[in-house]
């Protein structure tokens, strides 16, 4: 009995100080987003400029040139937002400034990976988001969500390709959409085909799912609903709240992507927020949000209905803040970690599934996804493994990289937690423009099908085999 209470205040304790320091962090970056923005309108007020008509023409010469690119599309993870949110805040750290044409679509932060990758679709091509009326039926959401009126790259197929590069369940959501495109998912979008994506990289991608989310509250024999008293059960209870009451001006700061459950009190009343809350209703009553997705059961699934196409190219950074001390995996400093991830980075590290659990995979193994970033275990980030082990190549080095060929999965592991690339730039330092720097140098010069795209007052360069490329960083 006495053993019992001692876990069970233990538990209760983490749960205080993990809710404590995620809220807290969370309103720091809402604050330097108001204060940011606040601080950009008044210097806009204070000093308009004034632009010279010489430079308005050069301006438009060059416009010219940088849509001729194929865009290089940087898609957000868990609680990201793109551009427009947060205000001036760039989740990317500024790295979209980097290349001459660059999206950043605003996806749901905490949708699942399948909406996300529907609403992605038509971000590029234009038009009403739609989710499928099977799946909107079974999930129990409208059918029908945001419009686009204009797409970001109307003209995208196979002819006029595109980069992505998706950070954390961003790398995911874009695997989930080449397998809507080469299965034909859109309606009437007939034509569309795997040959759409040039190519993936990942940052901290979330291929093989994380046991952080059974510390978060995920129940570890399903993988798909929570345990009673968790931190995920806080968040679902903020998150039901703030959809609910639906300020207009803090969405348009910040909006979790629940739109099409219409969980709003303009729609559903008194009534539709107590069946929200007492998981009734929903979308984590459905369990069509991005956490069951990224439990290792929910991404197996994922998993075993997505393939790695002949004609991608495919990059992989996976991160690790551990380190291995005779024979035990523990954190690698305390500086070089977020205040955020320190205590998870720990936990991940030491965590064991239960013995009274059948394991989410036939040969398993704790030891194996020890090694993590505080947010995704370190084997889950190289490259899809789970169920089935794609092709992959491990470069531990830039004099290792040979020449590149499609359908394979190149990946290195860089020492980092998991936010180390995004947000803040500076903490990141000289290694943040490493790491972007290497990725655009690598979507403008040396990955292409026919001839490689030149970049503004460059001249092409000569015909490349569509199959052979260089790794360049």
């Known amino acids: 009995m006495i053993k019992l209470w001692m876990v069970t205040s233990l538990q209760l304790a983490e749960l205080f100080v993990s809710s404590l320091v995620h809220l807290l962090y969370g309103f720091y970056i809402f604050s330097s987003a108001v204060a940011g923005d606040i601080s950009q309108t008044l210097n806009d007020y204070l000093f308009k400029s004034n632009v010279d008509f010489n430079d308005v023409g050069e301006i438009g010469q060059n416009q010219s040139i940088v849509e001729g690119l194929p865009p290089i599309v940087l898609v957000h993870g868990i609680f990201g937002f793109g551009k427009g949110r947060l205000g001036g805040l760039s989740y990317f750290g500024g790295a979209e400034k980097k290349d001459e044409r660059v999206l950043v679509p605003d996806l749901g932060s905490l949708t699942s990976i399948y909406d996300r990758a529907r609403e992605l679709f038509y971000y590029l091509k234009g038009g009403v988001v739609d989710f499928g009326e099977e799946h909107s039926e079974a999930c129990g959401h409208s059918r029908f969500g945001r419009r686009y009126e204009e797409g970001q790259y109307p003209e995208w197929d196979e002819d006029h390709p595109i980069h992505f590069v998706g950070h954390s369940a961003g790398a995911q959501v874009v695997r989930v959409l080449q397998q809507m495109l080469a299965d034909k998912a859109f309606e009437g979008f007939e034509e569309t085909s795997e040959d759409w994506v040039l190519s993936v990289t990942s940052l901290s991608g979330a291929f093989n799912g994380t046991t952080r989310t059974y510390l978060d509250g995920m129940r570890t024999d399903d993988g798909v609903s929570m345990k009673p008293i968790c931190l995920l059960q806080l968040c679902r209870i903020g998150v039901i709240m703030y959809d609910w009451l639906d300020i207009s001006w803090l969405k348009t ?28 209703a929903g979308p984590f009553a459905s369990g069509d949000w991005i956490l069951p997705d990224l439990t290792i059961q929910g991404s197996t699934s994922i998993n075993s209905n997505l393939q790695t196409f002949p004609n991608t190219y495919y990059f992989s950074y996976a991160t690790k803040r551990t380190r291995r001390v005779m024979g035990m995996t523990i954190p690698s400093g305390v500086l070089g970690i977020h205040p955020m991830l320190f205590l998870r980075v720990f936990q991940m590290s030491q965590w064991k599934f239960p013995q009274d659990v059948s394991p989410p995979y036939k040969g398993y193994r704790d030891e194996d996804w020890q090694e993590n970033d505080g947010a995704l275990n370190t084997i889950s980030m190289t490259h899809p493994r789970l169920p089935v082990e794609h092709p992959s190549r491990f470069i531990r080095s830039d004099s290792e990289c040979q020449t590149l060929q499609p359908g394979i999965w190149y990946y290195k592991i860089v020492e980092a937690d998991h936010i180390m690339f995004i947000v803040n730039r500076e903490r990141a330092g000289v290694q943040f423009d490493l790491i972007y720097d290497s990725i655009f140098q690598r979507c403008r010069k040396h990955v292409f099908r026919k001839i490689p795209q030149s970049l503004p007052n460059q001249s092409p360069s000569p015909r490349s085999s569509p199959r052979k490329n260089n790794f360049v960083h």
């Open 253 to 280: 700061y910040y909006n979790f992507g629940f739109d099409h459950f219409n969980i709003s009190w303009k729609k559903s009343g008194v009534r539709g927020l107590v069946d929200c809350l007492m998981g009734n």
